[in-house]
């Protein structure tokens, strides 16, 4: 089993910045992709940045404004989202996953509201 905590979010105003960060503990060694998704009100979840062991993959439309990052030691693996430029469309629940080749493993979700 893998756990998730994730911490940040909050509001801030169009055109700041937030950071997300997400420690997994547990059996991390299974882990071979983690990143962050978001489910905006009435829409479906999406993926907005995922690291693996070959790449980082970004939504489209958060690409120049969000970046990801990872640490890694024996039990714990942590992905960070430093996002900038935040819009009003970037507002929704943002949900950490984890797992080997699909996310196995979701946090619990953290809100990010963007006030225009």
């Known amino acids: 089993q893998v756990q998730l905590v994730e911490s940040g979010g909050g509001l801030v105003q169009a055109g700041g910045s937030l950071t997300l960060s997400c420690v997994a503990s547990?059996?991390?060694?299974?882990?071979?992709?983690m990143g962050w998704y978001r489910q905006a009100p009435g829409k479906q979840r999406e993926l907005v940045a995922v690291v693996n062991r070959y790449t980082t993959e970004y939504l489209d439309s958060v690409k120049g404004r969000f970046e990801l990052s990872s640490d890694s030691d024996s039990d714990r693996k942590t992905v960070t989202l430093q996002m900038n430029s935040l819009k009003s469309e970037d507002t929704g629940v943002y949900y950490c996953?984890?797992?080997?080749?699909?996310?196995?493993?979701w946090g619990k979700g953290t809100l990010v509201t963007v006030s225009s």
């Open positions: 547990g059996s991390v060694f299974t882990i071979n992709a």
């Open positions: 996953g984890a797992g080997g080749y699909g996310m196995d493993y």
